[in-house]
């Protein structure tokens, strides 16, 4: 082999380091971690901190679930039991005094892990024997039977009030007793990371690449002398762990745990998380926590619909972006490659900026339809894009339809130029389009 070619054994790691493969490898794990490190200098109020907390929490979570969904293709109705019982446990060890006080605070998230990798094995011992149909429905029941028990063992889930505990109790590890809520912001990221490594080098195991072959071929994967069905259960342990973590790092944030966080609803936001980011994609759900959550925290206290707006986006999604948002943004790779992804730049402008005008438009004519329909006799004013209005008088009204009929014009004119040059990006010869 001459000086000229390649010279790199994909068998030998130095080699691989000296190629570059490893740093290429690390450098998107770096880059979170220094994220993660720099944003509570940007954002240092306590309430910027929780919502980051209760970020990082929903995105161990979807990864979690997406171990099942994405990598499995397992669909699960119920999965926030193991997170829910992973977190109940966590908060009767913080109860257990005397254990809690030996006990330092970072390594109780193992705990929940453990709780919820149990639950998931007793579960996943005969639920992972089919796939599909069966497996949801398994899940479904299953979910709703923990969720009414929840209401009735009151000793262990606390009926209606819930469970708390305090997480301060524990013993201080280097004199750091988390009572601050900066301390608890860094226990998070810590456990995030660490979280979502481990996630992702299951995923490259044997294990983690024959969930992929069970989930598109699972009368192959027989044929080849692997068991679909012990496939399904080692990754529905290992998500089930995840998910306790997840629960975990909930009791140590807010300190108590209710019916709420093991039921339908709280199983049905995490499937639409996941979603939502793109189950086609390690990354996807991370994505997809992360715009949840801005929704559920930022628009709310801006909008009582916000409900509205992240269910019309999850179908907007659904139908028009089936890759979820990492597939859209993973579809513009092609361009990139080519370097020609500059092509889109003014093309985008002039398309999505009138879209997103015309969206505000109809969002504006759904905020004053609530007004009119619930406000108070008498109270006809209302604050809408930092302006106040008589959402009773008809020029606003005029106003909001007149701008979005405009905007949505001026987008469908546009649109064919996007279309051409999405396809002179990507190569596209005119005479195959």
Known sequence: MTDQQITTDPAKPAQRMRAGGTTVTLMPWILAGLVLLVLPFIFQSNSALTIMNKMSITIIFALAYNMLLGQGGMLSFGHAVYMGVGGFACVHIMNASEFFSMLPLPLLPIFGGLFGMGLAMIVGSFSTRKAGTVFAMISLGVGELIAACSLIFVAFFGGEEGVSGD???????????FLRQIEVYYLVAFWLMLSAILMFLFSRTPIGRMANAVRDNPERAEFLGYSARWVRFYSFTASGFFAGIAGAMFAINYEILTEENLNLVTSGT??????????????????????????????????????????????????????????????????????????????????????????????????????VRHASIGSNEMTLFWTTFDSHSLMPWAVAVAVSVVAFWIMRRNLPELVAAWHQANGVAKDKL
């Open 167 to 177: 997480r301060t109790y524990a013993l201080p590890l280097f004199g750091i007793e």
């Open 270 to 371: 995490i499937l639409l998380v996941t979603f939502l980011g793109g189950v086609g994609f390690f990354f996807g759900p991370i994505i997809g926590a992360v715009v949840f959550t801005l929704v559920q925290t930022v628009l709310s206290l801006q909008t009582d619909l916000w409900a509205i707006y992240a269910g019309a986006l999850f179908v907007a999604t659904v139908m028009f972006f089936p890759g979820g948002l990492a597939g859209l943004i993973m579809m513009h790779g092609p361009a990139a490659k080519l370097g020609k992804l500059h092509y889109l730049v003014l093309p985008y402008l002039k398309t999505l900026i009138p879209a997103g005008i015309g969206i505000l438009g109809v969002c504006a004519l759904v905020e004053m339809t609530f007004h």
